[in-house]
């Protein structure tokens, strides 16, 4: 197996009204092509900034991200970025149609998408919604719009961020499939936030727990849920189960 | 105009004082204010333009110009507190502004080149792009606000930071002409303009005071269009770092 994704020693603070607030603390980790690794954590805990630090949406303050063995700093972000795609929470889009955002990423380089019958279908949507505004499409829709246009750029790596929480138990669960879908077959490795512990432990690979800036522990997914080493790990665990 | 009658028309500030005390809107204190600061304002400008004029010298006419430059990228330059050298961009856009429309009017001899002409003129091509630096920013600063995650979204696509910006810089721009251009669009049918007022009551021919207004009509369009393109040109590379994140926080 390749390293895809790679974190070493990475730490990000950010400045808030004067303040300054550490992110993230001295962050390693690899992710294997091909994989899925979810991530979990309390909010505000830096999942986010985690997959911003891989196309360059943040730069590292210390430490490096390295994609495909070359660090973030050092690409062409435009090829980076394109490499390295993201699914925000809320889906946004842009004014205008469907077939308006899901070309998007072709416009920008100048580009006409020749073939969007075939990104609509395999993300569920019809011919029959290119011509809607896309802002008036339901939430699972939307999202649904949001991947198809990430994969107009055809990633190689796939950063979800919470791209299921805002929706319902049934479009969560169709967009859940369209994602293991997109991993199989085009072998995309995915890093996937999610505040959903059932999800993580349906979906990943391995799973990353993020408490507090700190990557408290990263192991094969169904050891992390059954047999967690750290103590942190059991407590969160715990926490959360008792919630349910 | 005879002093007592100029005394007499501060009659008006009297009476809106009592209108806003009687209502209690609370804008009594800034009416007189106000108002005799206008008067200080326009009684130094008349005395220095007396002056000015009196010279031979053209260095008297440009120090007077750049000290209305100046003036206005100080004002305007408040809206954007926090953007990187900001004081000068937007005084190269309103001395770029100026430069050019001066230019045409006096290289086609429009209007001729005397200090009279020049100042009058300039004056309002410097106000003017003031108030239109000034409805930029502030329009800008909004949009941003409101379609940051727009920014983010074309930057994550891997769209150029020009392209990520664009959309909101052409709002900005509509925007803030769009005061101007409504103002044009009634002139003569509901006001008239001051300046044309100010010639008729002095006694020009009214034909001749539209014809110079025109000429201003249509130097004040031109030149609000430029402002607004020029400064949203010198404005957006630094809204963004080296690694083509939008960085807005210090505004």
């Known amino acids: 197996m390749t390293t895809e994704v790679e974190f070493i020693n990475v730490s990000k603070t950010y400045l808030n009204r004067q303040e300054v607030v550490h992110v993230l603390k001295g962050v390693s980790g690899e992710v294997e092509k091909g994989s899925i690794v979810t991530i979990i954590g309390p909010s505000g805990s830096g999942k986010s900034t985690i997959l911003s630090l891989c196309n360059l949406l943040l730069t590292p303050d210390e430490g490096e991200v390295r994609i495909q063995g070359k660090d973030v700093r050092n690409w062409d972000i435009q090829k980076l970025r394109r490499r390295v795609g993201i699914a925000f929470q809320g889906a946004p889009m842009l004014t205008g149609t469907v077939l308006d955002n899901l070309s998007l990423p072709l416009r920008l380089q100048g580009r006409t998408l020749e073939n969007p019958k075939k990104y609509m279908e395999f993300v569920g949507l019809t011919e029959d919604h290119l011509s809607r505004q896309a802002k008036e499409l339901s939430g699972g829709q939307r999202q649904r719009l949001s991947l198809a246009r990430t994969l107009v750029n055809d990633p190689a790596i796939l950063l979800l961020d919470e791209v299921t929480s805002a929706l319902d138990s049934l479009s969560a669960h169709e967009v859940e499939e369209l994602i293991l879908r997109i991993n199989r077959e085009q072998n995309t490795t995915i890093l996937w936030v999610t505040h959903d512990q059932s999800q993580a432990e349906r979906v990943g690979d391995q799973t990353w727990l993020v408490i507090d800036g700190r990557v408290v522990e990263a192991a094969p997914t169904k050891q992390f849920f059954v047999k967690p080493k750290e103590e942190q790990t059991k407590q969160f665990l715990e926490l959360r189960r008792g919630y349910k | ?251």
Do not use: H
């Open chain 2, 1 to 251: 105009m005879s002093l007592i009658a100029l005394l007499c028309s501060f009659g008006f500030v009297i009476f809106s004082f009592f209108l806003s005390q009687a209502f209690k809107l609370g804008l009594g204190r800034d009416l007189i204010i106000t108002s005799i600061r206008a008067t200080i304002q326009l009684l130094i400008v008349g005395y220095i333009l007396n002056t000015v004029f009196g010279f031979e010298n053209p260095l008297a006419m440009i120090l007077m110009l750049l000290v209305m430059v100046f003036v206005a990228t100080k004002n305007a330059a408040k809206r954007g507190k926090g953007l990187p050298r900001i004081f000068w961009k937007i005084f190269l856009t309103i001395s770029i502004v100026e430069i050019i429309t001066q230019g045409f009017l006096l290289g086609l001899q429009i209007v001729p080149a005397t200090p009279q002409y020049i100042i009058s003129i300039s004056g309002m091509i410097i106000g003017n792009s003031m108030v239109i630096a000034n409805l930029f920013l502030n329009r800008l600063k909004a949009e941003l606000e409101m379609r940051k995650e727009e920014v983010v979204l074309v930057l994550s696509l891997g769209g150029s930071v020009k392209q990520s910006i664009y959309p909101i810089l052409k709002q900005s721009i509509r925007s803030s002409l769009i005061p101007t251009i409504e103002g044009q669009r009634t002139i003569g049918l509901v006001q008239l303009p001051g300046m044309m007022t100010g010639q008729i009551i002095a006694g020009a021919d009214p034909v001749q005071a539209i014809r110079l207004q025109l000429l201003i009509v249509f130097m004040i369009l031109f030149a609000a269009v430029l402002t607004a393109i020029i400064l949203a040109f010198l404005i957006y590379p630094k809204l963004f770092n080296k690694d083509q994140q939008l960085d807005i926080s210090a505004w």
